[in-house]
Structures are given as C-alpha cells and as structure tokens.
C-alpha cells in the first residue's frame, strides 16, 4: 500500500519536472501549483 503511494508520489513528481523542463525550454510561464519554496522534494536545484 505504501510502496504504491510513494511510486505514484515519484511518477506525479517525475511528470510535472518534465512539464516545467518543458515549459522553461519553450520560455513559457512555470505552472508550479503552490508555494516553490513549500516544496521539500526539489532541494537539490
């Protein structure tokens, strides 16, 4: 069960890197959804 989670949580976390990477090459806008700086998964930027 909360290896399922954790493997969801990775997946959701690896597609919307992507988007931003995406987003940042094409010079769009980043569409993050909340606080950047409440997000404890992207310390190593």
Same mark, same amino acid.
């Given at each position: 069960?909360?290896?399922?989670?954790?493997?969801?949580?990775?997946?959701?976390?690896?597609?919307?890197?992507?988007?931003?990477?995406?987003?940042?090459?094409?010079?769009?806008?980043?569409?993050?959804?909340?606080?950047?700086?409440?997000? %404890?998964?992207? %310390?190593?930027?």
């Amino acid at each position: 069960m909360r290896r399922q989670r954790l493997a969801k949580n990775l997946r959701d976390n690896l597609q919307r890197r992507k988007q931003q990477a995406r987003a940042r090459r094409a010079g769009a806008a980043d569409e993050t959804t909340g606080l950047p700086a409440a997000k %404890s998964d992207e %310390s190593e930027d």
